[in-house]
């Protein structure tokens, strides 16, 4: 079982910076690829970004490309999402997941096992 919390998220201006974490409880957390997802108001949940288990792999939704960085400390368990240049677009409620499929590296929301409650992301223009 694997527990995800998600924090760091708020009510920013456009043209600001956020940085989201997610804690995850389990020993083999350095072996999940952890994701970040989310959900605008009145749309579906979309992949945001994801890195590998080793950390050497990243992989960015074409929206964030060059304004979103994913990174992951597995000595503390965590990932983090640093959101640079926001938008209003960017408004929504990120969640990180975890894939437990040993060196899959997914965008695709059903590969993903466990999910953190979500965190909410305003940005205001």
């Known amino acids: 079982q694997v527990q995800l919390v998600e924090s760091g998220g708020g009510l920013v201006q456009a043209g600001g910076s956020l940085r989201l974490s997610c804690a995850a409880s389990?020993?083999?957390?350095?072996?999940?690829?952890m994701g970040w997802f989310r959900q605008a108001p009145g749309k579906e949940r979309e992949f945001v970004a994801v890195i590998s288990w080793t950390g050497v792999s990243t992989y960015y939704a074409d929206s964030v490309k060059g304004r979103f960085t994913i990174s992951r400390e597995n000595a503390k368990n965590t990932v983090y999402l640093q959101m640079n240049s926001l938008k209003p677009e960017d408004t929504a409620v990120y969640y990180c997941?975890?894939?437990?499929?040993?060196?899959?590296?997914?965008?695709?929301?059903?590969?993903?096992?466990?999910w953190g409650q979500g965190t909410q992301v305003t940005v205001s223009s």
């Open positions: 997941a975890a894939d437990t499929r040993y060196s899959r590296v997914s965008t695709t929301e059903r590969d993903y096992a466990y």
């Open positions: 389990g020993r083999t957390f350095s072996s999940y690829a």
